[in-house]
């Protein structure tokens, strides 16, 4: 069983976990993900990891609810245990001396993008770290990116905060920095398509960490598959991280609609349980 040792809203339906899981911390490293479940016979769920301390034994996630899972995990209280915390899986993120490297996050990513800008930060490249929402309330971690980056751009869509607009934005911050030698991009589907299309004009290498259905995370099951040029790859074992110029898009998309159905039934049947219940108590 593996500990909660802090549970935390961030912002509106972003959660803060924080695990004990000292195998895993000690291994992990920036881009990698771990799968956890927050019950026994739950569903398996791939997460990525936002920050570890290896002293200490824990590991952190941020989690959005969307879903049974997700709310289930959200609800849990510091001090329950979970069954399952597996990890470090996938590979790293290319950690070189590139120069100048722009770190894209988006939702959840905001919290992924934090351990892969820290450590290109250490490696002595340029870190221009750009956060993406739709309203400032929605942002988080920007004292932390601050830290790891020389420079931290806000993009949100009614304009609460920095640019207004979409990741669309980043056109601009390409053309008004110096040279950027790479791109990295964490978040939901859309956001790592929607960077990928505004930076292929420019030529400049995208990494994108990609986040499909998911179950067993050892390459196995096949769920996870993605095409990536002519290539089928498995994100759990081939990446998360792949050229973002490189990935079918369309069927990306697609293959993440394939059980919304099933998704959205048991959040709608476990909330009216979880009314029920109160409704018989009060």
């Known amino acids: 069983m593996f500990k909660l040792i802090e549970s935390q809203m961030i912002a509106p339906n972003i959660h803060l976990l924080t695990l004990e899981a000292p195998a895993v911390a000690r291994e992990m490293k920036p881009g990698q993900f771990v799968i956890v479940r927050a019950e026994n016979g739950g569903e398996r769920i791939p997460l990525s990891l936002s920050d570890w301390d290896a002293e200490q034994g824990t590991v952190t996630v941020i989690v959005k609810n969307v879903g049974s899972t997700t709310d289930r995990l959200a609800s849990l209280e510091a001090g329950v245990s979970i069954p399952t915390v597996v990890g470090p899986l996938g590979n790293p993120t290319e950690i070189e001396e590139f120069g100048t490297v722009l770190c894209l996050g988006g ?17 002595k490249n340029k870190v221009i770290a750009v956060i993406e929402a739709r309203s400032s309330y929605l942002l988080f971690w920007e004292e932390k990116l601050a830290e790891v980056s020389d420079e931290l751009i806000f993009i949100t869509r009614d304009g609460t905060r920095g640019l ?8 601009e911050i390409i053309k008004s ?14 956001l790592l398509k929607r960077g990928s299309d505004v930076s292929r004009p420019f ?27 002519s290539t089928t790859k498995f994100a759990c074992v081939h ?44």
């Open 164 to 171: 207004r607009g979409h990741v669309g934005r980043v056109t």
């Open 239 to 282: 990446g998360p991280d792949f050229d973002g110029h490189q990935v079918n898009w369309a069927e990306l998309l697609q293959r993440r609609k394939t059980y919304m159905r099933e998704e959205v039934i048991p959040l709608r049947t476990s909330r009216c349980e979880e009314h029920a219940v109160t409704m018989f108590r009060e």
């Open 107 to 123: 939702c959840y990513g905001i919290g992924s993008i934090f351990p892969i800008a820290r450590a290109l930060k250490e490696r």
């Open 203 to 229: 030529g400049i290498k995208t990494i994108v960490s990609l986040n499909p259905i998911m179950i067993d995370g050892t390459g196995m099951c096949g769920v996870c598959r993605v095409t990536v040029g």
């Open 177 to 190: 920095s110096e040279p950027v030698n790479r791109i990295i991009i964490n978040g939901c589907t859309f």
